[in-house]
Each structure stands twice: as C-alpha cells, then as structure tokens.
C-alpha cells in the first residue's frame, strides 16, 4: 500500500499581510498530481488544514477542490483536526464530501480506524484529532496535559489494534518529543509552554504521521512529520517543502521517500546598509522573491519600504538591525548629562542615549552649533 503524508495546509493564511490562498492552490495541485502520478492509496492529511477557527468561503472552497482532486486520482483521504481548525466546522465539511473522503475530528471516534484493503489484506488507518485536555478530563479521568491524552488515544489505538491484528498506521498533531520548531511559528500547543510528547508514546503502529510543526523531520524511521507545503515564514526558508511517500508491504513499513513540492516565490533575507541593498546589482537575482531586509546602518533610515518596494515589489517586512548597538555605560542618564559642558554637548548625548549609543554625526554636530549659537544671540538681543 502507498500513503502521501501531508500536514498544516494553513488554508487561509497570510504571509506578511499578503494573501496566500492562489499559491497554496498551485502547490496543492501538484500535491494531486504527484498522487496519481505515483498511484497514492492514501493520503493523510495531519491536521491544521484551516489557519483559523473561522475560514473564509474561499478557503472552504480551496479544501473541497483539493479534496475532490485527490478521491478523483483514486486515493482514500483521511482528515485530522489540528489546533487551528474548528474541529466543528471542518466537521460539518465531512458531511458534504463524497465516499472515500474521511474527515476526523471527533475524540470519540479515537480508536476506530479507516479500513483499506490491499493485496496483503486491511491496513487500519486510525485518525487521532487534535485533543484539548481540560475539555477530555471528564471523559478520560486522569489526563492533565496534551501527553497524557495522546497516551491515552494511543492506548486506544493499540487496544483496538491488539483485537483487529495486520498492519496499522495513525496520525496525530502535536510536539513530539525530539523536534526543531521554527522560532515564532509553530503555536504553542497549550498555553504557558510548549507539552510535549514521549515518542515512546507512539509505539505500536507501523507508521505514525505527524503534523504541526512545518518544518519536514524524521523522529525515527517509522514517526515523521510531512511539514507545511507552503512557507508561512522568512525563519522556514530554508525547510524543503513536500511530503513522505510511504510504502507498506505485508510486514509493514518497507520504504519512505520525500517527494518535493515547487516553491512558487523563493524567500530571501538581505542584510547590509540599506543603500546597498537599494542598489547592489548582486540583488538583482532576488527582486521576484519575497524579501526581508535587515538595514544595518547606524540610524533608522527615512521611509525604508516605501523606497524598497520600488525595487523589490514582493518585500515583505524590513527592519533596522544596526550593527554597533548601545555599549553598557555605568553612568546613568542623569550622571551624562550632567557632565555635559555646554548645549551642543547635552544634544550630543541625548541623541546616543535615544540612538543606540550613536552621538551626532559631523554635520548633525554643524547643525546643533549653529541651532545653539543662533539661540545664545538672540538672548542676548533680546
């Protein structure tokens, strides 16, 4: 049997304010393709298939396109909520998909697998949803944190395994123990802190797909996670986007290959004084690409992405990263200024205490004089 395992699909988010929906279509399609290409059986798709709890009608029609394009290539798809969906509403959306298209999002149907059949007989699909542990405590007595109750669906699973016998896979979302987020991205599973996952945990099925974090890793031969398919952040640049193609024979897990999605605009962080990067032509390679820049000059320049833009259309976020940054003084404010001799000197060390350390420049220092000398006059006249 051949499984696609794909993961945080994100429908609907943005990316820097820039909608995304178009791009993840083009690469969703290839997904289709790649699946009747290499003659997919099952597709599992681990959850966060939405970026939020209340997706826009197109993002709902981007989903039933998608999976309508992967029952017609012939595979069986199943679905599991992560914890950016509405388990609710991508619920609903189950009840209007044709045969062959499972979307699982109900705790009480941990346990209870898809069942397809191959030449070696049933391969059990258990579907594990994304599992809120306060709203769970009452049905699964004890569970405290998002491991307890991934043990606690897994011991489902194995229990229900133990009786039916062959060869089983699950999905689930999570942190599993062992993983490399992406600073900043991937959302906390539960607040206060990151809950995560034994691997042992996962024990006793003969693949175990994961979804949540984006970026593609290998836990061990048989726990992997897909990752996104798209980027959703400057800091996943460098993260190959794709799937795990996944074969089983009559034993179980026989290979795993990584199957490559296109990356329909490359991401590229330029760093360096802003002047450069406005006129360097070893940039020219990346004015196509969504950029971020990190100007390195001493001061804030004036209006960085308005003048960006005219260059690289697709920046996407600028920010000034000075090289020198403020030096620790032992003097307080107070204790500067009051050694300050004259006016020009109280401006000069205002200015490095508000600049990151960095005090008048030749012709600001010109400037202040002539400010200082034009007020000393005129109290003077007055």
């Given amino acids: 049997m ?58 709902y029609t981007l989903l039933s396109d998608v999976l309508r394009g992967l029952a017609d290539a012939g595979a069986v798809v199943v679905v599991t909520s992560g914890n950016h969906d509405s388990a609710a509403r991508l619920g609903f959306q189950s009840s209007l998909l044709r045969a062959g298209v499972h979307v699982i999002t109900d705790p009480t149907a941990v346990g209870t697998p898809v069942i397809v059949e191959d030449e070696h007989g ?65 959302r906390d599973i539960q607040q206060g802190g990151l809950d995560v996952v034994p691997l042992s945990v996962f ?62 605009r490359r991401l590229t962080t330029l760093t360096g004084p802003l002047d450069e990067i406005l006129t360097d032509e070893r940039h020219a390679a990346h004015e196509s690409d969504w950029i971020n820049v990190e100007y390195t000059d001493p001061l804030p320049q004036r209006d960085p992405m308005r003048r960006l833009l005219a260059r690289f259309p697709y920046c996407a976020a600028v920010a000034h990263t000075p090289v020198v940054v ?34 008048a420049s030749e012709r600001e220092a010109r400037l202040i004089a002539e400010v200082v000398e034009q007020r000393a006059h005129a109290e003077v006249t007055a």
């Fill in 122 to 186: 049933p391969v059990s699909i258990y579907g594990i949803p994304y599992l809120e542990p306060v709203l769970l405590r009452a049905q699964w007595p004890g569970v405290r944190s998002h491991a307890d109750v991934l043990a606690h669906a897994m011991g489902l699973v194995r229990a229900d395994h133990a009786e039916r016998g062959g060869r089983a896979v699950a999905m689930a979302h999570c942190f599993a123990a062992g993983v490399e987020p992406t600073p900043q991205l991937e």
């Fill in 326 to 359: 403020r030096t620790d003084d032992a003097r307080t404010y107070v204790e500067r200024v009051r050694a300050t001799r004259n006016e020009a000197e109280l401006v000069d060390a205002f200015l490095a205490h508000v600049r990151e350390g960095e005090g």
């Fill in 203 to 264: 024990d006793g099925v003969d693949y175990m797909a994961l979804g949540h974090i984006h970026g593609q890793q290998q836990l061990s031969p048989r726990v992997r996670y897909s990752g996104a398919p798209l980027h959703y952040s400057f800091g996943e640049r460098f993260k190959p986007r794709g799937s795990w193609l996944i074969d089983l024979d009559a034993d179980g897990l026989q290979d795993a290959r990584w199957l490559e999605l296109p990356v329909p």
């Fill in 2 to 59: 051949r499984i696609l395992h794909t993961s945080d699909w994100h429908i609907g988010r943005s990316f820097h304010g820039h909608s995304t929906l178009d791009a993840l279509r083009g690469v969703l399609e290839t997904l289709v393709a790649q699946v009747r290409e290499h003659a997919v059986d099952v597709v599992l798709v681990a959850g966060d298939v939405f970026d939020s709890a209340t997706p826009a009608a197109g993002a």
